[in-house]
């Protein structure tokens, strides 16, 4: 069965350095989603990928988080530098992209530490 | 401001009987509302969905409830088994001319006794 990938799983980093995640979304599916999920809360969207072009960032902390998705494949989150309000779950999503369908599949996520 | 609430953080039921999990909402422009379920260390998989036009929808064990005049959903999982002891996330669909974005509740955490 095809499965969202994200690597890696687990990143423990210090304040104001720089970490970068990457997902592999399932083959074919256009839209592509980047979500953060602080502890005892839902995921929130971040970032939102149609084929290589943004389609909402309205939520990304742009001065220090940064996605591409350069050749509408995979994807790569950064953080640079990181803070300790960072530690979260990064979940990356994917969904075929046609309008009536609603559901994403999501990947196993990175827990992120920040120290 | 939480556009989609789950205000039970947590539900204990025992196995066999029927758990219920609540969710409401704020924006009338949600025209889908999904349920995933998130086991730890795992990303959340789609459990079922329904249409904002309807009132019901259901398979297997899992039913899902609409009332759209109180804004308000609920999953209905009968009979509960051990292995459905997850987190469940409530989930709010805005159409295609918002990117289809998802804005999802807290959660609220499943233990089936047994």
């Known amino acids: 069965e095809a499965e969202v990938a994200q690597s890696p799983r687990y990143k423990i980093t210090e304040k104001s350095q720089a970490v970068a995640f990457w997902c592999d979304p399932i083959?074919?599916?256009?839209?592509l989603y980047w979500y953060r999920q602080i502890l005892g809360q839902g995921p929130e969207l971040l970032v939102q990928f149609q084929d290589e072009s943004v389609v909402d960032d309205s939520q990304l902390p742009k001065d220090r988080f940064s996605a591409e998705r350069l050749k509408g494949v995979d994807s790569t989150l950064k953080i640079q530098p990181a803070e300790l309000g960072d530690s979260a779950m990064y979940l990356c999503?994917?969904?075929?992209?046609?309008?009536?369908?609603?559901?994403?599949?999501f990947g196993p996520g990175t827990r992120l530490t920040v120290l | 401001d939480q556009q989609v609430k789950q205000n039970s953080p947590s539900l204990s039921v025992q196995e066999g009987r029927i758990s219920i999990l609540n969710c409401d909402y704020t924006n009338s422009m949600f025209d889908y509302f999904l349920w995933y379920k998130k086991y730890p260390a795992e990303g959340p998989t789609f459990l079922i969905s329904?249409?904002?036009?309807?009132d019901k929808n259901e398979d297997g064990r899992f039913t899902v409830f609409l009332n759209k005049s109180a804004k308000h959903l609920s999953l209905h999982i009968v009979p509960s088994q051990p292995g459905d002891s997850a987190v469940y996330f409530c989930?709010?669909?805005?159409?295609?001319?918002?990117?289809?974005?998802?804005?999802f509740g807290a959660g609220t955490i499943l233990r089936v006794k047994s």
């Open positions: 989930a709010a669909k805005l159409g295609r001319e918002y990117g289809n974005k998802l804005v």
């Open positions: 329904i249409s904002s036009i309807k």
């Open positions: 999503a994917s969904s075929p992209g046609v309008a009536v369908y609603n559901e994403q599949f």
């Open positions: 083959s074919g599916h256009a839209t």
